[in-house]
């Protein structure tokens, strides 16, 4: 009798068919986004301050403590309103990831041999990586784009299609990619680490590949973290570019941010080099549980697919 197909975390079995790799990627990317969500809200609000009140002047009242902040708004704005955006989200992670996992695993089944699958194949792992996130994110964007108008938009209760039907009405359509460029800059390493560490830190704590949940979050976590600090000034200038045409934006260096360059010059013109680190800590601490949850996610509905 034919050994069943041992099942590795980094590549789904050569018989998986497209449909359950589809699932398992929108499943990871839903819980991602959805549960880490009122602290990206923080983080989007934290990089653009400047820009929504005019002065820089403003940014030093925020409350530094996260959990004071959440407090804050929660009281001011409603308790709702650090989940605006979303269903934009939402909308648009299953799909996105669904295209980012499915991606990634057919790029390594082309780049790797069957029989080396055990193996440690860094480089290879992050071409997939790299592979996987300029397809998603092409996908993901303008989601993305809706979710930051509607994260500062503080006392306005539009819904997603509202929103997005007045950035084309008043912007046009490539509104939707301005930051598509910065996001791939931002997302491609973040993807290659992203892919190499949680595989390099599984070997090392999993050997034997098996299904276990502790260790698949431990190592999702650890890469979050490393590639949330790594990224966070690309991050910032991505939320610049996708917020200039936004009604809460007044600040006209922020405004007129319409590439890479002028973005980055804004940032560094009202805040000097500290600027490209605001939202450093909200941003890791929203990516490392986001990462693990993704992680984890991915590989609990793989193994209850593939079981």
């Not at 499943?27 to 991602?32: P, Y």
């Not at 029989?115 to 592979?131: E, I, M, N, R, W």
């Not at 276990?212 to 790594?230: D, Q, Y």
């Not at 600040?251 to 080099?273: N, Q, V």
Request: proline letters at 6%.
């Amino acid at each position: 009798m034919e050994m069943d197909e041992e099942i590795d975390y980094e590549a789904l079995p050569s018989s998986a068919p497209l449909t359950h790799q589809l699932a398992a990627g929108a499943f990871a990317g839903i819980m991602e986004h959805s549960i880490m969500f009122p602290i990206d809200a923080i983080k989007t609000r934290m990089q653009a301050i400047s820009a929504t009140v005019g002065s820089s002047n403003a940014a030093p009242k925020l409350p530094s403590n996260i959990m004071q902040q959440i407090a804050r708004i929660s009281t001011t704005e409603g308790s709702m309103a650090l989940w605006k955006g979303v269903q934009s989200v939402i909308l648009g992670a299953g799909p996105a990831h669904a295209v980012y996992f499915a991606t990634y695993e057919m790029c390594k089944g082309y780049l790797i041999d069957p029989q080396d699958f055990q193996t440690h194949q860094p480089l290879k792992t992050a071409a997939s990586g790299v592979a996987a996130t300029i397809a998603a994110d092409m996908l993901m964007n303008p989601f993305d784009t809706i979710k930051q108008r509607m994260q500062l938009r503080t006392f306005s209760n539009d819904r997603m299609w509202a929103v997005a039907s007045r950035i084309y009405r008043n912007e046009g359509l490539a509104a939707f990619f301005y930051s598509y460029p910065t996001t791939i800059a931002m997302n491609i390493p973040f993807a290659a680490f992203n892919f190499v560490i949680y595989e390099s830190s599984t070997k090392l704590m999993n050997p034997n590949n098996s299904y276990n949940p502790l260790i698949h979050c431990l190592c999702g976590g650890l890469s979050g973290a490393t590639c949330a600090a790594i990224t966070t000034p690309l991050d910032c200038i991505k939320t610049v570019l996708q917020i200039r045409g936004s009604e809460s934006v007044v600040h006209p260096l922020f405004r007129s941010a319409d590439t890479f360059s002028k973005a980055a010059s804004a940032i560094f013109k009202i805040y000097g080099w500290s600027g490209f680190w605001r939202g450093l800590k909200p941003r890791i601490i929203s990516n490392m549980p986001a990462t693990a949850i993704s992680w984890t996610a991915y590989e609990c509905a793989k193994h209850f697919l593939f079981r």
